[in-house]
């Protein structure tokens, strides 16, 4: 059963580089999907991956393509440069003029000047898809997950409607901002999910992500999601036993000592875990903390995103 802070209908995963955002929003649109909501998992960086995440042909594609024959789940990769097009169309209502007054050199050099042009652009395309509706008049999709760019680039997209509304009160961006930051602050709709390491850069970047979005940006956090945990390999008598052995073995064979090393290692490595897991849960303490298995695997695939998705799902402890 997926957790009371995914029934929103757009989610933004943020965090910093390397973190396994886009990991992690495959696995909860998967997780949609199969409950039978149509989802749209919206993808930012230079290169898609959702295709091949779920073993499809690695392709960019600005409109939605499906990417399982059985299950209603969908995904896009935006581009500034083909939401500019796409914007300019329906201003302009032709592509003829849309060419003549943007496709020249001078409103290009314009355009790339203007601050802020393109994160506007990509969070204005957001906001249409959440407004698209079907021929019944419903929402064209249930849930839209979004990868939002790394920790810096992913405040500023989702700050700049607002700043553009405190500074501008009135022309074409106030007019269009305006609803892009009802949609981004509406607790009912939109929330942002935290993705962090279990290591002390990471997650000293998520409490400062998560005081920016809550003080600077105004909008909701649903979970913080602690990637690559390791799982615990002993219990405390166990590992007691396990620094015994070693030491009664050291020295007599070169192979058993890098393997006790090794076991050593392990649940050493999940106790520095568990202690930066704690910084966040007292520093977050509002936020359900959910640790997400790391997975000894070389390839992320169906059964990988299934684990996921799993664990996602429910709140758990250390």
Known sequence: MLAEQFEKRLIFFAGKGGVGRTTLSAAI?????????????????????MPSLFGGES??????????????LYTCHLTPKEALAEYGVMKLKMRSVYKLVFENDFMKRLV?????????????????????????????????????????????????????????KSGPFATDSRPIQDLLQDPTRTLVHLVSLPEE????????????????????????????????????????IAGQ???????RDSN????????????????????NIRTLQ????????????????????????DTLSHHMGKEQHA
């Open 112 to 168: 790339e000047w203007v601050p802020g042009m393109d994160e506007l652009l990509l969070i204005g395309k957001i906001w249409f898809i959440e407004q698209q509706r079907d021929r019944n008049g419903r929402p064209m999709y249930d849930r839209i997950i979004v990868d939002a760019p790394a920790t810096g680039h992913g405040v500023s997209l989702l700050q700049l409607p607002s700043v553009i509304v405190d500074a501008v």
């Open 201 to 240: 850069l990471p997650v000293r970047e998520t409490l400062e992500l998560s005081e920016r979005i809550r003080t600077d940006l105004n909008i909701s956090l649903g979970c913080c999601f602690v990637n690559r945990v390791w799982p615990k390999p002993f219990t405390a008598r166990e590992q007691r």
């Open 256 to 275: 058993l000592d890098t393997m006790m090393d090794q076991v050593i290692n392990a649940s050493q490595r999940r106790d520095k875990q568990q202690k």
């Open 282 to 305: 007292g520093e977050l303490s509002e936020l359900p903390i959910i640790q997400v298995p790391r997975l000894f695997t070389d390839r992320i695939g169906m059964e990988e995103l």
């Open 59 to 72: 392709r960019s594609s600005y409109e939605p393509i499906r990417l399982m024959k059985d299950l209603p």
């Open 245 to 251: 052995l070693r030491a009664a073995v050291r020295g």
């Open 29 to 49: 649109g998967l997780a949609h999907a199969r409950r039978k909501r149509r989802t749209l998992i919206v993808e930012m960086g230079a290169t898609p991956q």
